[in-house]
């Protein structure tokens, strides 16, 4: 890899969410970033750039990259990637995931709560209704954003790229999480336009383990045609992940 090919590396990796070049000593580069814990190892090889993407959730980082790139090819575990447009989307998409999944969310949300707190006296904060507030606030945030990266922007269903109307809808809710990781998990629930949102959230739609929609009966055929409700609706994709959350929501279900 000559000098000319390292700088553009590095630039591409700048501008897809990969800012920080990593010391190396063998002929590759390695990107990192300070909002993620993921690595981008690539290297050349012929014709082709070899991209391994390391984080502390690499297995399910891996899966879902695999799925969002089912047509460039594998190589012991790695992205054999023959232009330079598709590296940057590699990474890019790399990048969002790895703000979104496990992990990242409930560090992000804690560090954003503990800055948010210390703009009141601490005499008055800890274990009151203030202090609920903005870890509410900031959880329900850090939530959304974890859930746009995650669905790439779209809604889960329809695919809908239009943020002012999608809405981060919980599977479990807020309330009945038993931790801040449950409340933050990506996997529990969907980015969805706000009248899924609405249905959701109300336990007037779920979905079954394969993703498809379960539409109450309380909704007759006039109200579900206003409300652009079919049975062939359904989850763009579903992770296994997803589905201990399904269960939990198809147990409020209102058959």
Known sequence: MNILQRTLLEKIGHENGFENIL?????SVILGSARHRAQAIITLNGDNWLLQVTSSVSGLLSLELVRSFAT?????GKFVVPAIDDLAKLLRRAAKLAQSLPNQAASDYESQVQEELAKFPANIINGTEVERMVRQRVGQNTFRNAMLNYWGGACAVTGLVLPEVLRASHAKPWADCTSDAERLDVFNGFMLGANLDALFDRFLITFDDTGKIIISS?????????L????????????NEHLVYLQYHRSLFVA
């Open 218 to 226: 309380r909704l007759n055929l006039v109200q579900r045609d206003a």
């Open 228 to 239: 652009g409700l079919n049975p062939g609706l359904c989850l763009r994709w579903i992770a």
């Open 72 to 76: 460039i090819p594998l190589q012991n």
């Open 23 to 27: 010391p190396v000593t063998d002929d």
